[in-house]
T-cell receptor, first 112, second 114 residues
């Protein structure tokens, strides 16, 4: 069974601060996705990374896929209250498998 | 509709009763997933449908759980003889079914077994 460990589990920061969330596994993934989930809603896809070492930027969010494709990080610059939510990483084990393994998530609270 | 639609949004049922949860995926998406999200837990895979292939049922926690997908579109997740530990949010997602998996989720059905 492939596992994705996310850390930290909870994070509470002041508006304007920077933060990094980690997603680690001992398994190799062919692709990795980051989702954000708000209360009462389903997760919403933020980004997909597929190449080892890949870095993608989405406004103030920077996503990195580890060289070995076993880990990923999400960095948020100058966090805003609208960034509050549950951040989930999910890995696809192999091309064509269409199975997604999810981490337990990082619950982020940005305090105005 | 433009997105994945799930119904009902909330369901309260008595222990021992059967429930049916419905998912209407994005038109044209051949892959459909059911996940369960319990408090403080990540998303637990339940079942996966891909086109006309036999579904991957490896995540179903017991034989009380079953799912079907009619005509490659709408899916129904059925839980028989519900137990209190079945209380959770049941999420459905769909994906194009080709290339990398990029799942689009519905808003979920919150099931409470009392």
């Amino acid at each position: 069974t492939q596992l994705l460990e996310q850390s930290p589990q909870f994070l509470s920061i002041q508006e304007g601060e920077n933060l990094t969330v980690y997603c680690n596994s001992s398994s190799v993934f062919s692709s990795l996705q980051w989702y954000r989930q708000e209360p009462g809603e389903g997760p919403v896809l933020l980004v997909t990374v597929v190449t080892g070492g890949e870095v993608k930027k989405l406004k103030r969010l920077t996503f990195q896929f580890g060289d070995a494709r076993k880990d990923s990080s999400l960095h948020i610059t100058a966090a805003q209250p609208g960034d509050t939510g549950l951040y989930l990483c999910a890995g696809e084990s192999g091309a064509g498998s269409y199975q997604l393994t999810f981490g337990k998530g990082t619950k982020l609270s940005v305090i105005p | 509709g433009a997105g994945v639609s799930q119904s009902p949004s909330n369901k309260v049922t008595e222990k021992g009763k059967d429930v049916e949860l419905r998912c209407d995926p994005i038109s044209g998406h051949t892959a459909l997933y059911w996940y369960r999200q319990s408090l403080g837990q990540g998303l637990e895979f339940l079942i996966y449908f891909q086109g006309n292939s036999a579904p991957d049922k490896s995540g179903l926690p017991s034989d009380r759980f079953s799912a079907e997908r009619t005509g490659g579109s709408v899916s129904t997740l059925t839980i028989q003889r519900t137990q209190q530990e079945d209380s959770a949010v049941y999420l459905c997602a769909s994906s194009l079914g080709s290339g990398w998996v990029e799942a689009f989720f519905g808003q979920g059905t919150r099931l409470t077994v009392v």
